[in-house]
């Protein structure tokens, strides 16, 4: 089992970046593929991106494709999310989740989700 905490949210102008921070607990975190999601007001949750257990592939949303970029570090138990050049339509709760399975993009696939962090991006 694996538990998560994301951090790095907050509020920032449109082009501006923030960078996401995902902690996991345990011993075995090299053994889960991660993924990152997304519920803005009003919508349902929906994919972002994902990276495979150690980090060699990874699969972005078209909306998010050369502006955001995940990484992950196992000796630290951590997953990034870099974002860049935001947009207001990039406001949403940002979830983190994890899953032994593949990585996919349908939540359903993933196992455990932290409790999420706010990012907000003012026009």
């Known amino acids: 089992q694996v538990q998560l905490v994301e951090s790095g949210g907050g509020l920032v102008q449109a082009g501006g970046s923030l960078r996401l921070s995902c902690a996991a607990s345990g011993r075995t975190f090299s053994s889960y593929a991660i993924g990152w999601f997304r519920r803005a007001p009003g919508k349902e949750r929906e994919f972002v991106v994902h990276i495979s257990r150690r980090g060699g592939v990874t699969y972005y949303a078209d909306s998010v494709k050369g502006r955001f970029t995940i990484s992950r570090d196992n000796a630290k138990n951590m997953v990034y999310l870099q974002m860049n050049s935001l947009k207001p339509e990039d406001t949403a709760v940002y979830y983190c989740?994890?899953?032994?399975?593949?990585?996919?993009?349908?939540?359903?696939?993933?196992?455990?989700w932290g409790q999420g962090t706010q990012v907000t991006v003012s026009s």
């Open positions: 989740a994890a899953t032994l399975g593949a990585a996919g993009t349908t939540e359903t696939w993933y196992n455990y």
